[in-house]
């Protein structure tokens, strides 16, 4: 059977991929969920001319002058609206986020002025100039502005400034209920004294992990034996996910059945085993109505297709116009040896260049067993199948890895 090319591979699992629709949530819970419309602020920020600084509100051409001394008319604090309006010789006592009141077209800090203890007269010392620490009204944003645009994943620093447009609940991609199944008579739970010939099942831990990262809800059904009976039972409860993970049991051996057991759950393969390095064991399909991605065992080519297929899925599912991630530009640190007949994604650190341009620095021990080069990556280098040697220095696409 000859292997498929991963952009078509790709492209024809995002094709069987249907959007899971969207719902409304409260704002709080918003972290993390890709938003279904555009924000628009319902209001503008800030709504009045505001203090930056501690000090007082004072007329400019009363302080061209200096040193010289003013009424204080007012204090007004925060969250109060001024009532006097200030007039020649005359000054009102502010804090940071104070509106600043009708007359007064500067702010001295008070780091600049003396002041009695009864707030009745400032002296004016220093000025940093006219206009000084005023927030103009809509300074940040106005109402009506549209500031979040659908497709967008909502982290802290957006959610921030959706509170501050006072969007108190969001319209947001639903979030796919993804099944982890992994599958190996080796394999034994973390925690657990592992047995002759047996090892700890830390792909699905570290998976389930990786789908939250990426917005996504994660059942772990736990390490499923290498039988038919058995993989057939575990894939048809997680039928009722949005998405299907295996993990292990993909490939040719005598005791690989998750194809078998795929088939004897009522669901098909679509295709299998893709021209990629590490990850040529993928696997897509159906059970059900739940798509199914096929990952292999190793760690590295599970993470590798993870980054390569489930990540696309999963934006496909949220409804993402574009859901294979685009490669950046960065420069080879070192020499490259040609490639194979399969495009190799090859585990790399990045680090800033002195040009801005990312540097790639390949690791040298590329075994998909190995999972400490897999926790010390930032990034996947992309090389062509076929592709001569590269030379440090040459340009190169590479993936980031969250």
Not at 73 to 86: N, T
């Amino acid at each position: 059977m000859a292997l498929l090319p991963v952009r078509e591979a790709q492209e024809r699992l995002i094709k069987s991929l249907t959007p899971l629709g969207t719902e409304r949530i409260t704002l709080g819970k918003a972290a993390g969920r890709i938003l279904a419309e555009d924000l628009v602020a319902r209001r503008t920020q800030p709504p009045f001319d505001a203090s930056a600084m501690d000090g007082f509100a004072v007329r400019h051409a009363d302080v061209r002058a200096l040193p010289v001394t003013l009424k204080i008319v007012e204090e007004i604090p925060a969250g109060k609206m001024p009532e006097a309006k200030v007039g020649a010789g005359e000054a009102a006592r502010l804090y940071t986020g104070s509106p600043i009141p009708a007359g007064a077209d500067t702010v001295v800090i008070q780091e600049h002025t003396t002041y009695t203890d009864d707030l009745s007269e400032v002296t004016v010392n220093e000025i940093t100039g006219e206009g000084a620490h005023i927030r103009a009204a809509g300074n940040d944003f106005s109402e009506d502005d549209r500031l979040l645009a659908k497709g967008m994943r909502l982290d802290a620093r957006a959610v921030t400034l959706a509170a501050a447009m006072n969007c108190a609940e969001v319209a947001v991609a639903k979030r796919p209920r993804t099944a982890i199944i992994s599958s190996g008579d080796e394999l034994v739970p973390v925690g657990t004294a592992p047995g002759p010939g047996q090892i700890i099942a830390s792909n699905g831990i570290g998976l389930a992990v990786w789908l939250a990262a990426h917005g996504a809800e994660a059942r772990d059904f736990g390490i499923v034996p290498d039988d038919v009976g058995a993989l057939t039972k575990a894939l048809t409860e997680a039928a009722a996910c949005d998405l299907i993970l295996t993990i292990g049991g993909a490939s040719v051996g005598a005791h690989d059945h998750v194809g078998e057991a795929v088939q004897a759950a009522g669901g098909a393969i679509d295709f299998w085993r893709v021209a990629m390095k590490p990850g040529k064991p993928i696997m897509v399909g159906k059970v059900g109505a739940a798509p199914l991605i096929g990952l292999p065992g190793n760690p590295a080519s599970a993470f590798v297709g993870a980054e390569v297929f489930v990540a696309p899925a999963l934006a496909a599912l949220e409804g993402a116009p574009d859901p294979i991630p685009a490669p950046l530009r960065a420069r080879l640190a070192h020499d490259m040896p040609a490639t194979g007949a399969r495009e190799e994604y090859v585990r790399a650190k990045l680090e800033p260049g002195a040009d801005g341009v990312p540097l790639a620095h390949p690791f040298p021990r590329q075994d998909s067993s190995l999972m400490t080069v897999l926790a010390e990556a930032g990034a996947l280098i992309l090389r062509p199948a076929g592709a001569g040697p590269a030379k440090a220095g040459e340009m190169v696409d590479a993936l980031p890895l969250a």
